[in-house]
């Protein structure tokens, strides 16, 4: 069974920098690509930055310029990193790693919470 876990998250000030982690491992099958998501109390879960294995990436209009998806892809595990910059209030969240099989199945990390407050 494929599991992911995520780190890098926390408490930073307004201005401030994250880098969150997600490592899936058990990978017994070809993957798509990786992405971060994030979801408010209330809200949808909703696209923050996603990258396939070849290498393409695609951004939410609000990441665009500030943050920086990438992928590690190894034998049987894969490693997606979000580097976040200027963080703002409203990028407050948890954050989850998702992961795409080829087969359009996806793979979900418990979240890691990113608060931005002064």
């Known amino acids: 069974q494929v599991q992911l876990v995520e780190s890098g998250g926390g408490f930073v000030q307004p201005g401030g920098s994250l880098r969150l982690s997600c490592t899936a491992s058990?990978?017994?099958?070809?993957?798509?690509?990786m992405g971060w998501y994030r979801q408010t109390p209330g809200e949808q879960r909703v696209l923050v930055a996603s990258?396939?294995?070849?290498?393409?990436?695609?951004?939410a209009d609000s990441a665009k310029g500030r943050f920086t998806i990438s992928l590690e892809n190894a034998r049987n595990t894969a490693t997606v990193y979000l580097e976040m910059n200027s963080l703002k209030a409203e990028d407050t969240a948890i954050y989850h790693c998702?992961?795409?099989?080829?087969?359009?199945?996806?793979?979900w990390g418990q979240g890691t919470q990113v608060t931005v407050s002064s």
């Open positions: 058990r990978i017994a099958f070809s993957i798509s690509g």
């Open positions: 998702n992961l795409l099989s080829i087969t359009g199945r996806n793979y």
């Open positions: 990258i396939t294995t070849g290498g393409r990436e695609n951004y």
